[in-house]
T-cell receptor
Framework: AQTVTQSQPEMSVQEAETVTLSCTYD???????LFWYKQPPSRQMILVIR??????QNATENRFSVNFQKAAKSFSLKISDSQLGDAAMYFC????????????FGTGTRLQVTL | GAVVSQHPSRVICKSGTSVKIECRSL??????MFWYRQFPKQSLMLMAT?????????EQGVEKDKFLINHASLTLSTLTVTSAHPEDSSFYIC???????????FGPGTRLTVT
């Protein structure tokens, strides 16, 4: 079974600084997808960024980028120029390729953004 | 785009009664929807995968007769908690997968309190 591990229960970053959230996963599949979801206090899950395993290029979405290391099974999220609105729980998730595949979530990292 | 609604957002019911939660994809069609449960300060736990026009697939340990899922159209899935008990009190979240895409979009969640 696939597992997703987030080893940082909490992280803190100052406004305008950069922070990296870690995620590792375990799978025997070669084709899969990885995601970072954000859950603010409203508890609405928001898709931040996705990465297809067959793509070597790291995904980026504005201030959010990932460092995808397939051989190491690592998928970290970098948030640049952190803003107060980035404060939330961040969940790393894995999905096998295929239209009916379910998400396996990590335990989450709570990010605090300080002034 | 990719908006998912959930209704109601909060519900309080008495022990022994049933409650229905609706999940709708507002601007896309979803052959597959998912139902999750989230306990405070924990990750999302997948309960079942809902497929339009067929029976839902339940995760191990989830009671099929207690958590009834119906996915009658490409935009609507419902979760009915039957004979609710206080231990069913939780935050329930649905998600929907757009056709031919491997990402999920989440509803805002429903807080169920059973008294």
């Amino acid at each position: 079974a696939q597992t997703v591990t987030q080893s940082q229960p909490e992280m803190s970053v100052q406004e305008a600084e950069t922070v990296t959230l870690s995620c590792t996963y375990d799978t025997s599949e070669s084709d899969y997808y990885l995601f970072w979801y954000k859950q603010p206090p409203s508890r609405q899950m928001i898709l931040v960024i996705r990465q297809e395993a067959y793509k070597q290029q790291n995904a980026t979405e504005n201030r959010f980028s990932v460092n995808f290391q397939k051989a190491a099974k690592s998928f970290s999220l970098k948030i640049s120029d952190s803003q107060l609105g980035d404060a939330a729980m961040y969940f790393c998730a894995y999905s096998e390729a295929g239209t009916a595949s379910k998400l396996t979530f990590g335990t989450g990292t709570r990010l605090q953004v300080t002034l | 785009g990719a908006v998912v609604s959930q209704h109601p957002s909060r519900v309080i019911c008495k022990s022994g009664t049933s409650v229905k939660i609706e999940c709708r994809s507002l601007d896309f069609q979803a052959t597959t929807m998912f139902w999750y449960r989230q306990f405070p300060k924990q990750s999302l736990m997948l309960m079942a995968t809902s497929n339009e026009g067929s029976k839902a697939t339940y995760e191990q340990g989830v009671e099929k007769d207690k958590f009834l899922i119906n996915h009658a159209s490409l935009t609507l899935s419902t979760l009915t908690v039957t004979s609710a008990h206080p231990e069913d009190s939780s935050f329930y979240i649905c998600s929907a997968r757009p056709e031919a895409r491997n990402e999920q979009y989440f509803g805002p969640g429903t807080r169920l309190t059973v008294t």
